[in-house]
């Protein structure tokens, strides 16, 4: 058998051993590390979705809160319309019976123009009668 030197192996061993145990220590150190980073990613993943969760309750509330302003704000603007239209009518009406008013007391005035007319012809020919039998010519 070949003569092997024990200082020689011993070495070569601890060299293997020891690299073995720094192997170990690395890889513990680096699967603590992921594990971390996965346990961070997952938080943040989390937190994501809890954020989005916060902003879609709040948008709800807010679409509701817009959605009663705005139902609100229609109503007022319909009430408003109807008081104005009332408000017109009555204008309206008003406007009517003074037309109506108007209108009767011309055509009385018509009528007592129409009677003046007939009663100025009259005075015109009984002064024409009464010219013509002078026999002045005036």
């Known amino acids: 058998m070949p003569v092997v030197d024990v200082e020689v192996v011993l070495t070569g061993v601890g060299v293997v051993i020891s690299n073995g145990i720094f192997f170990k220590i690395s890889a513990f150190f680096v699967k603590r590390w992921m594990d971390q980073k996965d346990a961070s990613e997952a938080r943040a993943k989390l937190d994501l ?34 008081d104005m239209t009332k408000k017109l009518d009555g204008s309206l009406g008003e406007i009517f019976n003074q037309l109506r008013i108007a209108n009767g007391r011309t055509a009385k005035i018509e009528g007592g123009v129409i009677e003046a007319k007939k009663g ?11 010219h013509k039998g002078n026999g002045d010519g005036s």
């Open 120 to 130: 100025i012809e009259k005075i015109e020919a009984v002064c024409a009668e009464r």
């Open 49 to 82: 979705e809890k954020s989005a969760q916060r902003v879609a309750a709040e948008l709800e509330r807010t679409a509701g809160k817009l959605a009663v302003d705005l139902k609100d704000s229609v109503a007022e603007h319909r009430q408003e319309i109807k």
